[in-house]
Nanobody, 129 residues
Framework: DVQLQASGGGLVQAGGSLRLSCASADINFDGYSIGWFRQAPGKEREGISC????????YYSHSVKGRFTISGDTPRNTVYLQMNSLKPEDTAVYYC??????????????????????WGKGTQVTVSS
């Protein structure tokens, strides 16, 4: 089975920062788009960011735009999500996923994640007020 590993979650105060990492020993991220999703208790899964391996384009949901930054480290086969200015409403389990379709949504599109091919286990992010 293909596995992705998401790590870097934790407990942080509002206004703080965390950096999540997504890596895989089973697939080469080159040729995939890699997305970050989150799900809070009682809420639907939300696609918050994506990076395309084909052209490097990125996507951010309105809820995180301007605060989160996605980046890729090709030699390490790792994608990072730098999360700054964290808010209590960012509290959720964060997941990374890979899609063989190497492009991210554009503009104001919703990133549902239904077409993702591989998912990692989540990492908990808790932001205290």
């Amino acid at each position: 089975d293909v596995q992705l590993q998401a790590s870097g979650g934790g407990l942080v105060q509002a206004g703080g920062s965390l950096r999540l990492s997504c890596a895989s020993a089973d697939i080469n991220f080159d040729g995939y788009s890699i997305g970050w999703f989150r799900q809070a208790p009682g809420k639907e899964r939300e696609g918050i960011s994506c990076i395309s391996s084909s052209d490097g384009t990125t996507y951010y949901s309105h809820s995180v735009k301007g605060r989160f930054t996605i980046s890729g480290d090709t030699p390490r086969n790792t994608v990072y999500l730098q999360m700054n200015s964290l808010k209590p409403e960012d509290t959720a389990v964060y997941y990374c996923a890979a899609d063989r379709f190497p492009h991210c949504p554009g503009g104001d599109s919703t990133y549902g994640g239904s077409g993702m091919d591989y998912w990692g286990k989540g990492t908990q992010v808790t932001v205290s007020s």
